[in-house]
T-cell receptor, first 109, second 114 residues
Framework: GDSVTQTEGQVALSEEDFLTIHCNYS??????LFWYVQYPGEGPQFLFR?????EKGSSRGFEATYDKGTTSFHLRKASVQESDSAVYYC????????FGDGTVLTVKP | SVLLYQKPNRDICQSGTSLKIQCVAD?????MFWYQQFQEQSLMLMAT?????????ESGFTKDKFPISRPNLTFSTLTVNNARPGDSSIYFC???????????FGSGTRLTVL
C-alpha cells in the first residue's frame, strides 16, 4: 500500500533561510501527495497537492516537486518567516487517509 | 471546501466516565472521519462514518470503546466510553468534501482523563 516517510522530525531555521522537508513516498499506483500544515492549537490545514514526475504543487510560497528517481516529494520554501513555524505533514493520495510522522519547523526571528 | 465545528474544545473527565464529542459540517458531506492525535505525535485515523451506516473502525479502535453516530449528512458524534488516562489526546473530525482527496479538519477537542 501507499506509505510516506518524513525524514526530518525537527527543523530549526532563521528567518529568510531556505527550507527543505523530505517526504519519501512508496506508491502502488499513480503517485499524488498532499502537504498539510498544523499550527499550534489548530487542526491540520490543506497546503497543496503535488503529483507526477516534476509536476509542482505550490501554495503560500511553498512548493513541492516529485522526484521520480528517489520517489520523493520535497517541500521547499525559498525564504521562511517566523509565522511559518508549525508542523508539516505529508500524506499519500488515493484516499489512504494516513499521514507522515510530521516535521516540526521552528523559525527564529 | 467545508468548515467543521467541534464541541467541546476541551474536556476534563474522570476515569471510567463517558463523554461525547460533536462535529457539525457547514455543508452536507458523505464521509466524516475521526482522528486521534497524542501530544507531539501524528494523526491516527480512528474510523470512517457515513450517513445511515455503521462506522468502519481502523485497527486498534473498536465500536464498544469509541461508538460513532452519523445521523445525517452534516453531523457526527464520537463517544469515548470508560475513559482512561491513555485516552487523553486531541480528537479531530475531518471530511473530504465532495469526495475529493483533500481533507478538511475541525479545530479539535482536547481530552484530559484524570
Amino acid at each position: 500500500g501507499d506509505s510516506v516517510t518524513q525524514t526530518e522530525g525537527q527543523v530549526a531555521l532563521s528567518e529568510e533561510d531556505f527550507l527543505t522537508i523530505h517526504c519519501n513516498y512508496s506508491a502502488s499506483g499513480y503517485p499524488a501527495l498532499f502537504w498539510y500544515v498544523q499550527y499550534p492549537g489548530e487542526g491540520p490545514q490543506f497546503l497543496f497537492r503535488a503529483s507526477r514526475d516534476k509536476e509542482k504543487g505550490s501554495s503560500r510560497g511553498f512548493e513541492a516537486t516529485y522526484d521520480k528517481g528517489t520517489t520523493s516529494f520535497h517541500l521547499r520554501k525559498a525564504s521562511v518567516q517566523e509565522s511559518d513555524s508549525a508542523v508539516y505533514y505529508c500524506a499519500p493520495g488515493s484516499g489512504k487517509l494516513t499521514f507522515g510522522d510530521g516535521t516540526v519547523l521552528t523559525v527564529k526571528p | 471546501s467545508v468548515l467543521l465545528y467541534q464541541k467541546p474544545n476541551r474536556d476534563i473527565c474522570q476515569s471510567g466516565t463517558s463523554l461525547k464529542i460533536q462535529c457539525v459540517a457547514d455543508s452536507q458531506v458523505v464521509s466524516m472521519f475521526w482522528y486521534q492525535q497524542f501530544q507531539e505525535q501524528s494523526l491516527m485515523l480512528m474510523a470512517t462514518a457515513n450517513e445511515g451506516s455503521e462506522a468502519t473502525y481502523e485497527s486498534g479502535f473498536t465500536k464498544d470503546k469509541f461508538p460513532i453516530s452519523r445521523p445525517n449528512l452534516t453531523f457526527s458524534t464520537l463517544t469515548v466510553n470508560n475513559a482512561r488516562p491513555g485516552d487523553s489526546s486531541i480528537y479531530f473530525c475531518s471530511s473530504n468534501w465532495g469526495g475529493a482527496e483533500t481533507l478538511y479538519f475541525g479545530s479539535g477537542t482536547r481530552l484530559t482523563v484524570l
